[in-house]
Structure formats: C-alpha cells, structure tokens
C-alpha cells in the first residue's frame, strides 16, 4: 500500500512539474497565448447562446426551464476546459511521436508511459477560461432555481463532474490505442474530438435508443449531463450507481487496450 501512495505522489509531483513547464512555454509566446484565451472566450460566448435562446423563448427544452439550461451549459463548458486543457493536445500529438521518434524516448522515463504520453500536453490559458467561466455559469443557474445551493448538492456535483473528467479520459485513450497500429492518426483524432459535442446539450434533448447507447454503450452522456442531474434531483440512483461503476469500467478496458497497442507497436519496433 506504501508503495502504491509513492507512485502516487510521484507521479503528482512530475504533472505539477509537466503544468509549470507548458505554462511556462505558452507564456513565452505571449501573442499566442492571448489569441488562445480570446478565441476560447468566444467558444463560451458562444455555448451561452443556447441560455440566451431559453430565457428569449420562456419555454421549457425537452422538460428543462432555462436556469436549468443554464446549469447544463455551465456543466458543458467546464467539462470542456478538463478535456481541451488537459486531454486533448495529447490525442492530435501521439502519432506525431511516434513518427518522429519522441515516443521512443518517453518510454525510458521512470514513471508510466501512459501518463507521460497522455498527459505531456496541457492547456492552461484554455483550461482556465473553460473551467473558470463554466462554474460561473453553472452557479448563476443555481441560484436562480431555488433550494439547490445546498452542500450536500455541490459535493455531489464535483463528484460526478470529477467522475466524469476520468470518464473522459479512459473514453478518449481508445482512439490514442488505436494509433500504435493506423500510426497516421489525424483523422481519427478529430473524429474522436468532434465526437465531443453530443455533450453540447442536455441527455432529455436525444431520444430513447440516442439515450441508452450514450449512457451505457459509450456513455458520454455520463460526463456532462449526471453532474447536472444530480445537483438539480433529476439523478435516479441507478443513474448514481453507474456514474460511479462507469469511470471505472472504462478505465480498466481503456488500460488494456492501450497495453495490447503498445504491445504491437513494441513487436514491430
């Protein structure tokens, strides 16, 4: 048990020390960095349009008022910032290292090849507009919609928005497996990432069979929409139970696939 809190502590320690030094390269390049940010600025300008339609409408979308809608927006740009900021420069860059040999080179480090190779790359400008601007969002809905400002809500809220960031990450590692044997992955990456926006709205929004295979075939619904079901007591407990089991399940065959990838990429170097 010591052993696995080492790891643990060291491989925290090697991320802080991965965020301090892109933080430190994106600033270097100032002009670039200020572009970024203000080009993210206008992607969540853009996601409040969906509120500001709600609350010009006055109606209900697919049972939701439009506090509530601003709550699920709010959940979608934060979700956003934790897998553009941190995830998603690591899926477009996998293939490019395998290419020109970096790869090889992460595989001498003395701590996992996962977590380096998915994890090197993050976005900081973006991550903070993101997650900053969607908890601002998200907590004026909430405080428009009476009786929700409760802890025992927003405790449950980060748990299933922490839930569904590791959700994300096991999800979005398949396409990154797959590179080790099409190597010339571009393609698959912004498949992988367009994939993203069935988030853009709440899960009620779909139908039924859309529901089902987006909860528990590949539960992207999970990440987003059960953060904001739960903290507006619209989560069933079956719902609850497989937010929890789901990270993990996938996680788990994420980890194997990456391994049978690595694997044949290791057999054929």
Not at 142 to 156: A, K, N, P, Y
Not at 210 to 224: D, H, K
Request: glycine share 10%.
């Amino acid at each position: 048990m010591r052993g696995v809190w080492h790891e643990l502590l060291k491989h925290a320690a090697v991320y802080g020390r991965l965020v301090r030094m892109n933080v430190l390269s994106q600033l270097s390049y100032r002009t670039n960095f200020v572009t970024g940010v203000v080009m993210e600025l206008a992607f969540l300008l853009s996601k409040l349009l969906y509120a500001v339609v709600a609350f010009r409408a006055g109606r209900d979308i697919a049972g939701l008022t439009p506090d509530e809608m601003l709550v699920f927006v709010g959940t979608f740009v934060t979700a956003t910032g934790f897998f553009a900021g941190l995830f998603m420069m690591n899926l477009f860059q996998l293939s490019e290292r395998l290419s020109d040999g970096s790869f090889d080179t992460l595989m001498t480090k003395p701590v996992s090849l996962q977590f380096l190779a998915t994890l090197w790359r993050c976005d900081a400008g973006l991550f903070l507009v993101d997650v900053a601007g969607g908890a601002i969002v998200t907590a004026v809905g909430l405080t428009r919609l009476s009786g929700l400002v409760e802890l025992w809500r927003i405790l449950g809220y980060v748990f299933f928005l922490a839930s569904g960031t590791m959700l994300a990450y096991a999800i979005y590692l398949f396409p990154q497996s797959l590179v080790f044997a099409v190597r010339k992955a571009g393609g698959l990456a912004s498949v992988a990432v367009s994939f993203w926006e069935v988030n853009n709205v709440p899960v009620s929004v779909y139908g039924r069979l859309a529901r089902v295979a987006g909860t528990y075939l590949v539960p992207m619904f999970v990440i987003t929409s059960f953060p904001s079901l739960f903290v507006l007591g619209r989560l069933t407990g079956a719902q609850m139970l497989w937010g929890v089991l789901a990270p993990v399940a996938f996680l788990m065959l994420s980890r194997l696939a990456w391994r049978a990838g690595l694997g044949r990429y290791m057999r054929e170097g």
